[in-house]
């Protein structure tokens, strides 16, 4: 019994994992990126996660250095379901942040939770021979550090 509430925790966990960034240009060398994640494993990595879009951004854009700016961070978590022992029937309903759930018979229920992050930045972009790419992070250098993430 303990062996399929550990697989049905782990399951739930992988299956409700994600990160997902947004791209929404400001000007030609700057774009604002908006880095959601969810799960054990995308929470602990959304800051190389949006390290290695604002690289690519800058890339893609012929440019070669970038800074961040306006950073946002929260953290938090979501519902992602019940899981109920013994005999009844159990059922949970999400309205925005808050779960309301029902059961019946002899049987209890465990809400299981999922941890959340967010990102938000603003990346300022430069060619290598702008006084703004001094200090800045080289874009080439950061996808080859979390060029696999």
């Keep these: 019994m303990r062996k399929y509430l550990l697989a049905v ?3 739930a966990c992988v299956l409700t994992a994600c990160a997902t960034t947004s791209e929404m240009p400001l000007a030609p060398n700057m774009v604002r990126l908006d880095t959601n994640a969810s799960g054990l494993i995308f929470t602990s990595t959304a800051g190389a996660i949006t390290m290695k879009k604002a690289a ?3 890339i893609r854009r012929g440019y070669t250095h970038f800074r961040l700016e306006q950073a946002q961070t929260a953290s938090g978590s979501r519902f992602v379901g019940m899981n109920t022992y013994g005999s009844g029937t159990a059922q949970a309903s999400v309205y925005g942040n808050t779960a309301y ?3 019946s018979g002899s049987s209890f229920s465990t809400p ?3 941890p959340t992050a967010s990102i938000g930045v603003t990346v300022i ?3 290598a021979n702008e006084a ?3 200090g800045a992070f080289e874009a080439a ?3 080859k550090k ?3 993430i």
């Design 132 to 134: 703004g790419a001094k």
């Design 112 to 114: 299981m939770y999922a």
């Design 125 to 127: 972009m430069f060619h």
């Design 56 to 58: 690519e951004a800058t």
């Design 141 to 143: 250098e950061v996808l």
């Design 101 to 103: 759930g029902t059961y």
């Design 146 to 148: 979390n060029g696999n």
């Design 9 to 11: 925790v782990g399951l």
